[in-house]
């Protein structure tokens, strides 16, 4: 799917550097050209000889080489590309790309360039947190560029969190999703992450849902070729590449944003919804008065969006799929909420505590149709997605 593809890679200074040998072999393999801006930071970590071994092509680094100039010329090089891909996109290149900075061959190739930019952030956990790389990302996903990761786990300065670079085989998920979006024709929709419902101005309704198994679905339908719609509750999941992304607080917002994206072919309900929210939300924050009894808070019930969806006469999805959050008997209360549903698949996973399964990085779930349960060894919630993804292919072909 990438055959005559062109990657400019940009490999700017950090230790994942040397993931970008992996990167461009793979992009070759799948028929890409890839042509390399080496940073002068970069080249501390690998060397031009071994980017031109891989690539093919020569590795360039100099704003003021007057060969390279009279050669090719940063504007053409910046232009003469498919896709911008910025390994390891680091704070330091980030914070400069969002301030429209151009002091070196990097930034003032991806300032020239009218061609799309997809970056893999790579850095300690307290960089990636600090509000000023906050603030340059989402400039940076204003200004229209693209994120792939960062990843959560073990870094090489000995501390864990997010941060980490995503692996090779993610990054030309996301490269290889961006040349497909809507390619195979077929349409999805995804909802992730849990809703808020309102107490009063300041106070809500919620679950610990991370929206991270949600988020990797809809990525892994982008990396397909599916059109992808996710419609995501309050998360702090980076945006998938590739997708239709509408954000909403409530049930009900989800509901009306769910039925806006229809039709599609194939629907996944991910997102942990409330089941309640306060019959009448109060117009000002809720007082806590000494000698006074306490607010009596009045429950109604949400909408049920993936019945609501199952349950279409019109315009139904071929396939839809729910998930059951179970703390006991899994599979039994799973299977009774399929048929409670109307649904064909439930995806039910064990979220009961100890199992880390809200907010953390690995799932262990069971795929149950009306007459099959399978399942499944315990997988990050990427390694879910895609799966997930692979069958709803087989099933929709």
Not at 2 to 30: D, F, P, Q, T, V
Not at 175 to 184: L, P, Q, V, Y
Not at 371 to 379: F, H, M, S
């Amino acid at each position: 799917m990438l055959s005559g593809k062109r990657i400019l890679l940009i490999i700017a200074g950090g230790i994942a550097a040397y993931k970008a040998i992996e990167l461009i072999r793979r992009l070759r393999e799948r028929g890409a050209a890839v042509r390399c801006i080496l940073t002068k930071a970069g080249a501390e970590f690998v060397t031009p000889l071994s980017l031109s071994a891989v690539s093919g092509d020569k590795v360039y680094g100099e704003l003021f080489s007057l060969t390279d100039e009279a050669e090719m010329g940063h504007i053409q090089l910046s232009r003469d590309a498919d896709l911008l891909v910025v390994v390891p996109a680091t704070a330091d290149i980030l914070a400069r790309m969002a301030a429209g900075l151009a002091n070196d061959l990097a930034t003032t190739a991806l300032l020239a360039t009218d061609k799309p930019v997809l970056v893999a952030p790579a850095m300690n956990v307290r960089m990636w947190l600090h509000p000023a790389t906050q603030r340059n990302i989402q400039q940076l996903q204003s200004d229209g560029v693209r994120f792939v990761g960062p990843a959560e786990g073990d870094m090489a300065c000995g501390e864990y969190g997010p941060g980490r670079m995503s692996e090779p085989a993610e990054i030309l998920g996301a490269i290889e999703g961006f040349f497909t979006a809507g390619s195979n024709g077929l349409r999805a929709l995804v909802t992730s992450g849990p809703t808020h419902e309102a107490i009063d101005p300041v106070r809500f309704i919620a679950n610990r849902s991370s929206g991270k198994q949600g988020h990797a679905i809809a990525a892994a339908f982008a990396a397909r070729g599916f059109a992808t719609t996710l419609v995501s509750g309050p998360t702090h999941e980076p945006r998938p590449q590739g997708v239709k992304f509408v954000g909403v607080e409530s049930a009900r917002d989800m509901l009306a944003a769910c039925e806006a994206a229809l039709p599609v072919d194939v629907v996944v309900c991910a997102a942990a919804v409330a089941d309640w929210r306060v019959a009448v939300e109060a117009n000002q924050k809720l007082k806590k008065e000494k000698g006074k009894p306490l607010p009596v808070l009045t429950l109604a019930e949400n909408p049920d969006i993936l019945a609501t969806i199952a349950g279409l006469k019109r315009g139904r999805p071929r396939l839809v799929v729910g998930f059951a959050a179970e703390t006991e008997r899994v599979v039994e209360h799973a299977r009774a909420k399929l048929a409670r549903k109307g649904c064909d698949w439930i995806v039910a996973n064990d979220v009961s505590p100890g199992t880390g399964t809200f907010g953390g990085t690995n799932n262990t779930v069971h795929l149950i149709s009306a007459d099959r349960t399978e399942a499944w060894p315990q997988a990050t919630k990427e390694q879910v997605g895609q799966r997930l993804v692979a069958r709803i292919v087989e099933a929709l072909a």
